[in-house]
């Protein structure tokens, strides 16, 4: 539902610059902008025209600081020919984030005189940097040929105030008719009179009876701002009072009270303005995130009442079993969602943005059953009130560049000292367990599921250590969100056995469910361990583990399987030292993963045909991904007689924007020469690298020539990948006693 445009007229309780606020000098002044102008070709920031300008901008914008500087081709106080635009924008981009790092949390507008106006345009389109509103003084809208330069305006999303005199002849008011053509909205400010430079000549003046008095009183005449005879011929401009209230209600009130043009920053602007208040006041952008985050939330709790009501109407059992997914699925999601709206401090942005993507992980789930147990149409109804479109709104809002968080005596500030303490200790975790599990009868409990019902009615938030003893234990486990900081300990791989048989092909659920081991609750650390799912080759999915906990970790641990083997589900998650087997797909998911020191091992599949993973990122502000570092990829014994016949790949897309990089690992002979496996319409949106891997199928010439794979040569590309930078390793990992790289 789209809002009507605010009026222009003052509104009643709002303050203007020149008038005292009735807020408190603390709040105005995290309201007020910081400002950074950039000089015209011909003159540099100690001009006249510019220190007059400053002045100006602060006093009518109610900046905290304008900004000036001088371009590199100004220095040495020589007059020099400027450089094309383009080639500043790097420079003026610096000096722009080096002002918004100075005033933190200030809304940010960019200013420039001609050519900086031209530049400050072309910084703004960046997408890491997220300004307000760019003045345009004397817009240099034609070029020396005459041609028209609008690329830049037209692809802005920034509002854009255009202050322009009438005899400019760099920009011909005419020309102005891109304003119509633009996204982003604007205003325009005509000088009559005025040059390129603002200066109005004498008979101008004259010849419209003016003074320099009558000048500074001009007011504008309508909302499309005229600056009547307000210069004179020294280029000297003066605001008045009221030309000041002009200016802040076309490019603040009305940009803070606009619900569509905010909404215009996301997406899916049609479901946010259809929800949002046409008459809500939007005060910045922290603002409006907050707003966007309660109100996905709000809409997902709706959405699960419904869920439930759906129980009862379910006609056969494939629909109960795809309706109980999704009815865990929007638990979740709202689990996330809560952690998400918490601004508090010790809440780092990144880690929002990894809740956000769980939550919509866990909707895209709910979708996907339907369809793969074949009954779609009954999804409708149950997906059909925007939670998705909402909280993709959130990702696009929240988007930020890392922030190292804060520590104490070595730790996250959100690690319990005595978490540390334990997972610090030297002495052997099975003497330290909380229960100790034994088919014999020596432990506590003969089940895991024993144990994992005693756990959960225990008190407290410190780590709960299980030892599971030797053993092959048949059973199905399912750790809740509700189940924190669990760690489970085995005697070692091939020793401690966790067996299931559930698949697709013979039990008739959702992939989701047929995992042998499925792990929700945050934290958990799994430890010399076998998963196992004994289902086979031949009858589809069947997982082996299913981990969506956040922070998660699996040390020296084996997972068995064929289809599916491994899936790492939602959140940031950490294997090291592990063994992986399967066929089609068996790593595969949309956390936020790296498998590091790890073996992976291709079996022999039924359709000749191996893929070892199959990322899911499906948002283009997702932060999920596969990393496998340090790793070797070769054929298990079931496949090496036969290898020659099968052909084996590192990964195909199963969503669009599919994400995988190898770094660093020994790829044996059966990697085929193309390397990866083209699987749906993806193959120039999704992100495919290998960087300095070993072996014979290492060898990347006869690799595929899609736009979205990528040969790293280049050791800080690679290392957005890897431990420290793609999971933030070193805010968590530290405390779980298990070795980990960092870096490369």
């Not at 650390?525 to 299913?546: E, H, K, S």
């Not at 070993?694 to 040569?713: A, E, M």
């Amino acid at each position: 539902m789209a809002s009507s445009p605010p009026s222009k007229r003052r509104r009643k309780g709002q303050t203007v610059v020149g008038e005292s606020p009735s807020k408190s000098t603390s709040t105005q002044e995290k309201s007020s902008p910081v400002v950074v102008f950039a000089h015209g070709a011909g003159a540099p920031s100690s001009s006249d025209w510019m220190i007059r300008w400053k002045e100006l901008l602060k006093k009518a914008l109610n900046a905290v600081e304008v900004v000036t500087f001088d371009y590199p081709y100004m220095s040495g106080g020589r007059r020099k020919v400027p450089p094309k635009a383009e080639k500043l924008v790097d420079f003026h981009s610096g000096v722009v984030k080096d002002a918004v790092s100075k005033y933190t949390g200030h809304p940010l507008i960019l200013a420039g005189k001609s050519m900086g106006s031209r530049v400050s345009c072309m910084v703004a389109a960046q997408e890491d940097i997220d300004a307000s509103l760019i003045v345009c003084l004397g817009y240099p809208l034609k070029g020396m040929n005459g041609a028209v330069r609008d690329e830049t305006l037209l692809r802005l999303k920034v509002p854009v105030m255009f202050v322009q005199g009438t005899k400019d002849g760099l920009c011909p008011l005419e020309k102005l008719g891109v304003q119509k053509k633009m996204k982003a909205m604007s205003g325009l400010h005509e000088i009559e009179g005025g040059d390129h430079s603002f200066k109005i000549s004498k008979k101008h003046l004259q010849t419209n009876g003016s003074t320099q008095e009558e000048a500074e009183d001009a007011a504008p005449a309508s909302p499309r701002v005229r600056f009547k005879r307000s210069l004179f011929p020294l280029a000297v401009y003066n605001f008045s009072k009221a030309m000041e209230q002009a200016l802040l209600f076309h490019i603040y009130w009305y940009r803070t009270n606009d619900v569509k043009w905010w909404c215009g920053k996301t997406p899916n602007p049609v479901p946010c303005e259809y929800y949002l208040s046409k008459n809500m006041m939007i005060k910045d952008e922290v603002h409006f995130l907050k707003i966007s985050m309660q109100l996905a939330l709000d809409h997902a709790i709706h959405a699960q009442s419904n869920i439930h009501s759906l129980g009862p109407k379910c006609r056969n059992e494939l629909e109960k079993a795809a309706w109980s997914d999704c009815l865990k699925l929007y638990e979740l999601t709202i689990l996330g969602l809560n952690k998400a709206v918490d601004f508090s401090p010790n809440v780092q942005r990144h880690d929002r943005q990894t809740w956000l993507s769980a939550a919509l992980t866990n909707l895209e789930t709910c979708r996907d059953g339907f369809i793969e147990l074949g009954v779609s149409d009954y999804l409708p109804p149950m997906m059909s009130n925007n939670v998705s479109e909402l909280i993709s709104n959130t990702m696009a809002l929240n988007k930020a560049p890392y922030k190292e968080p804060t520590y104490k005596d070595g730790f996250p500030t959100w690690v319990k000292h005595g978490d540390s303490k334990l997972l610090q200790s030297s002495s052997s975790l099975a003497s330290q367990a909380d229960i100790v599990v034994a088919q014999d009868g020596s432990g506590i409990y003969k089940t895991i599921n024993e144990a994992i019902s005693a756990a959960s009615s225990q008190s407290g938030s410190g780590r709960y250590v299980i030892y599971v003893k030797a053993g092959t234990y048949s059973e199905n486990v399912e750790i809740g969100s509700d189940l924190k900081n669990i760690m489970m300990v085995g005697d070692g791989m091939g020793k401690t056995i966790i067996t299931g048989n559930k698949s697709v092909g013979v039990e008739k659920i959702s992939t989701f469910n047929t995992a042998t081991v499925g792990v929700d609750g945050e934290s958990f650390i799994g430890r010399d361990i076998t998963f196992r799912n004994t289902a086979g080759p031949n009858n589809g999915q069947a997982v082996a583990l299913r981990s969506g906990s956040d922070h998660s970790v699996f040390y020296r641990c084996s997972f068995e399987g064929y289809q599916d083997t491994l899936y790492v589900f939602s959140h940031k998650q950490f294997y090291r030292e592990c063994d992986v087997y399967g066929t089609v797909d068996f790593i595969f998911g949309k956390a936020a993963v790296v498998l590091q020191n790890c073996n992976i091992y291709a079996r022999n599949p039924p359709s000749k045909i191996n893929t070892v993973t199959a990322q899911g990122r499906s948002n283009v502000n997702d932060t999920s991904g596969i990393t496998i570092q340090n790793s070797t990829i070769t054929a298990a014994s079931d496949l090496k007689p036969v290898q020659g016949s099968v052909k084996t790949f590192l990964g195909r897309p199963w969503k669009q924007f599919s994400t995988t990089v190898i770094i660093k690992t020994f790829l044996d002979t059966l990697i085929d020469p193309a390397g990866w496996m083209e699987w749906n319409q993806s193959l120039d949106t999704l992100y495919y690298a290998e960087y300095m891997n070993t072996g014979p199928g290492s060898f990347t010439s006869n690799r595929v020539k899609w736009k979205g794979y990528h040969v790293l040569t280049n050791a800080t590309e690679a290392s957005a990948f890897t431990v420290g930078n793609f999971i933030d390793g070193n805010s968590w990992l530290p405390t779980t006693g298990v070795p980990f790289t960092l870096g490369l």
